[in-house]
């Protein structure tokens, strides 16, 4: 597998590495973590009230609004320290702690009083909103560098960003008929 483009753009090996795949991927966890299964998924696990869900919604918008290009100017100064990986390594501890902080739902009903279960509830939510907010514009870049790498246009990362939200519908189309 081919870990710098810029010395070997083998069309062989770039099909593999399309952000495309990673859009696809992402919109996956997405729409599996979060999506518009939250809130039935606060309401039955956490046992949040409908304005407690309204709140930690907002909370959600607020941080991830507030964080993402944080989250992004971070990523691009590790680029520029460790080039070709830092953005990657950023999208993937991003991704891992994410994962870790929606997995907190599960310790925290078992774990926990009713008190101290809605603050953890409330910081594992907001700790994903974070994490997830960060890795779209850290994705962003590393197809706008991959489109430029390998000659492509950048009017197909649209195209890459397609591929991946077409993943994200159809697992919720597909999801929606689960009970929670």
């Not at 090996?13 to 952000?19: G, L």
């Amino acid at each position: 597998m081919v870990t710098d483009l810029s010395t070997n753009c083998n069309p062989a090996h770039i099909v593999m590495m399309r952000p495309g795949h990673l859009y696809f991927s992402l919109f996956i966890w997405y729409a599996l973590s979060g999506g518009r299964f939250t809130a039935p998924f606060l309401k039955n696990v956490a046992n949040f009230s409908d304005s407690m869900i309204g709140f930690t919604f907002s909370m959600q918008i607020f941080l991830g609004s507030l964080m993402g290009s944080f989250g992004a100017v971070a990523a691009d100064s590790l680029e520029k320290k460790f080039p070709n990986k830092g953005r990657v390594a950023a999208l993937g501890a991003c991704i891992i702690l994410g994962s870790l902080a929606f997995e907190i739902h599960l310790i925290a009903t078992y774990l926990t009083n009713e008190t101290s279960s809605l603050f953890v509830h409330s910081v594992a939510r907001m700790l994903f909103s974070v994490c997830a907010a960060i890795t779209m514009p850290i994705l962003d870049g590393i197809a706008l560098v991959y489109l430029k790498r390998t000659g492509d246009n950048s009017s197909d990362y649209g195209k890459e960003r397609l591929f991946g939200k077409k993943s994200e519908h159809n697992i919720q189309l597909y999801c929606h008929n689960f009970p929670l």
